[in-house]
């Protein structure tokens, strides 16, 4: 406690987590897909005009079911989405895991950078990777 007084005597906060936060909402079954609900929060200064991930779903045995490019389009600076994606033949119940392989586009910022600031989780009993 000493510690964190004296460093915030001297200005030092403890640096804030920032970065871009997406988040597994939603696994939502339908008769011929599953449609999957992600939000995405972002605590930078810097609006997305495009945000593209490529995500592999992998299920309970880590098994590959499918690889996916998902558009989540545009993220104003510290702002928060939601956006949908309907997966047609894929069974929510079949799902175990989300990898987020890579960052395919991350305007304006090179996807490397997007990959290194990219905060994963979920709400649900599927696993969420990066």
């Known amino acids: 406690m000493r510690v964190l007084a004296f460093l915030l005597g001297l200005g030092l906060a403890p640096a804030a987590a920032e970065g871009l936060s997406i988040r597994l909402d939603q696994a939502n079954p339908a008769a011929?897909?599953?449609q999957?609900?992600?939000?995405l929060e972002n605590e930078l200064?810097?609006?997305f005009e495009q945000i593209q991930a490529e995500i592999v779903l992998l299920n309970r045995e880590s098994r590959v079911l499918r690889l996916s490019l998902l558009d989540f389009q545009s993220l104003p600076a510290n702002g928060l989405r939601v956006r949908s994606f309907?997966?047609?033949?894929l069974d929510c119940a079949d799902l175990g895991r989300v990898l987020f392989n890579a960052m395919a586009l991350c305007t304006p910022l090179?996807?490397?950078?997007?990959g290194a600031?990219?905060?994963v989780g979920s709400n649900l009993?599927?696993?969420?990777?990066?």
């Open 36 to 39: 999957l609900v992600f939000v």
């Open 125 to 130: 009993d599927i696993e969420v990777l990066k």
């Open 117 to 119: 600031a990219l905060r």
């Open 86 to 89: 309907n997966l047609p033949g």
């Open 110 to 114: 090179p996807a490397k950078d997007c």
């Open 32 to 34: 011929d897909h599953c």
């Open 45 to 47: 200064a810097t609006d």
